[in-house]
């Protein structure tokens, strides 16, 4: 890796193409998970603009040949004169060939409910994914913690990780997260309100803050294992994301990934390494393996302060720990 590292620096320094051939080399790969199904903003949307956001963003994926799994909460299917709509805006993950996941029933957030209401929740969001999992001949086989909070010490944690292998869970960590579902509520009000010049001010930034992220995450991972593993990806089912994914697919092939399926991503020994992360603030796996070495993780990018100031005049959810998410 050394090695490739110092060609690349004299590549660059020598002949742009040949820079780029070095990219191509680095054989970067990610998989794309995405949270919150059927919507993010479920609760403000009616089924109707769920379904086309639905439908935008899984035309993109399948146009592009991304593998994705979706991470549901059933409690978002539940609107009364909508459920039917909505169980069928979420079946279409299935029907376009994705695979799908538990993210908990309420969204209820392990460090703050406790382990046994924790536990009820995740058992609760099982029934319908499970269902339309059976209907095209699949097994419900991924769990991924809301607001990543995977317990606030390290006997809760050991028994709820415990309970998800017992029920036939692979968690599924995650590795870059550029902090989308922030961004997309800002972008869904800009929409709504017909202001073009803030919506794309916020997909400029959306863009560039990605990059900046997986920038930093891949010099993480080189510092902590010395070499960039198989990412995972976490962003969130929203409007944003149906509009503009594909230039976020593109920021990511210009740094040289190709894309790969989660069961691919987690086949890369990263995923087992030391992890006794504990805190009340739900992080990253590249922030768990450097604290579990005693590293405290240092600079990354800074999240633009002005989208935080416009969701939190909107009074949207904000903060990285527990957002009162519906
Ligand atoms: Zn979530």
Redesign the pocket.
Known sequence: MKLLLVLAAISVALCPIAAAQIVEKLDRQVAVTI??LPAGMSDRLPASAITDMTSKLLATLRDQKIPVVG?VNEKKLFKLGEVDERIKALKMWLDYGFELGN?TYS?SSLNQVGLKAWEDDVIQGENVTRLLLGQHNMKLRYFRH??LDTGRDLSTRRQAEEFLVDRGYRIAPITLDGWDWMYAGVYEDAKKRGDTALQQELVKSYLSYHDAVFAYSEKLAVQIMGYEPKQILLL?ASQLEADHIGELLDVLRKRGYRFITLADALSDSAYSLPDTYVGEEGTGWLDHWVISLGKPPRGAPVFPQWVIDRSKAMQLPTGTVTPN?P
């Open positions: 949270d919150d991470f993210h969204h809301p607001y969130h998410m």
